[in-house]
């Protein structure tokens, strides 16, 4: 059994110390606790095939994102933040991290679903686009595999970003 997380007070993140780091193994219970907090389901997050990210604010875990790998392209999922950290860029700063990392592996999309925040998502470029557009991108994605075996994958919104070309790793 993990210990509870700590947790953060309202404060503006001005006056904290962010920090952006990646995930290791050992960092997935702190992930699962950060998304069950923010009510989003953990049952298909891995390491194996993704990179996640983990913002600390003063050494406190307030947010987390994941970037599932594929062919040129990748999937962010399990964006979050805490709501006592929110609309203080603390997710945009996650997201740009995805992003930096999709363009420096050379990918020229990014896909994500989100029925609830395309307005967010649109302000880094995301469009909508097909779930099979995805599927067929990246049929062996940990979050893929779980939303055709569940079946809500294709009631879901997707979204897609192209990126900047020519800047493979």
């Known amino acids: 059994m993990t210990e509870p997380a700590a947790t953060l007070s309202a404060v503006s993140l001005t006056d904290m110390h962010v920090k952006l780091r990646e995930a290791y193994a050992a960092d997935f219970d702190t992930i699962r606790d950060l998304l069950t907090r923010c009510g989003l389901t953990t049952g298909s997050v891995t ?24 062919p040129g ?5 399990s964006t979050a933040v805490v709501p006592e950290a929110r ?10 991290s995805a ?12 896909y994500l679903f989100s029925e609830e925040a395309g307005e967010y998502w649109r302000r880094f470029g995301f469009e909508p ?18 939303g055709l075996t569940k079946g809500w994958i294709h009631a879901e919104q997707a979204w897609k970003c192209s990126l900047p070309s020519g800047t493979p790793a």
């Open 129 to 146: 686009a097909a779930p099979g557009e995805i599927i067929g991108a990246m049929p062996d994605a940990p979050q893929i595999v779980s």
């Open 87 to 96: 609309s203080q860029g603390l997710g945009r700063a996650l997201v740009m």
């Open 73 to 77: 392209v990748s999937l962010i999922r």
């Open 47 to 70: 390491h194996a095939g993704c990179t996640y990210w983990i913002a600390d604010l003063d050494g406190v875990p307030g947010g987390c994102i994941g970037l599932e790998h594929g």
């Open 99 to 110: 992003l930096t990392q999709a363009t420096l592996l050379g990918n020229h999309t990014v």
